[in-house]
């Protein structure tokens, strides 16, 4: 059973930078497709940046041109780089893999806070 677990998350003032990982127990390969979420306190999940197998990205619009997703097969490592950070993008980052089955793996989340 692969795992994934996310590092990176941390306390940043607004305006700077961090760096997600999510780095899985096994091979991606096999992922068609994976993301990242977020969850803030008393909000719904939601969908941050996606990449497919074949490279397609998708983007929330709220983090466009600020945040970009990518992955290293080789690695198997999914990474978010979140610049031009934002208090409203404080919350519960957690990666997302999902197989051609539809079969869905989560990792346990790392907490982004960013001060004002």
């Known amino acids: 059973q692969v795992q994934l677990v996310e590092s990176g998350g941390g306390l940043v003032q607004a305006g700077g930078s961090l760096r997600l990982s999510c780095a899985a127990s096994?091979?991606?390969?096999?992922?068609?497709?994976m993301g990242w979420y977020r969850q803030a306190p008393g909000k719904q999940r939601e969908l941050v940046a996606s990449?497919?197998?074949?490279?397609?990205?998708n983007y929330a619009d709220s983090v466009k041109g600020r945040f970009t997703i990518s992955r290293l097969n080789f690695k198997d490592t999914m990474y978010l780089q979140m610049n031009s950070l934002k208090p409203e993008d404080t919350a519960v980052y957690s990666c997302?893999?999902?197989?051609?089955?539809?079969?869905?793996?989560w990792g346990q989340g790392t907490q982004v806070t960013v001060s004002s």
């Open positions: 990449i497919t197998s074949d490279g397609m990205i």
């Open positions: 096994g091979s991606i390969f096999s992922f068609n497709k």
């Open positions: 997302n893999g999902v197989y051609v089955s539809g079969r869905e793996l």
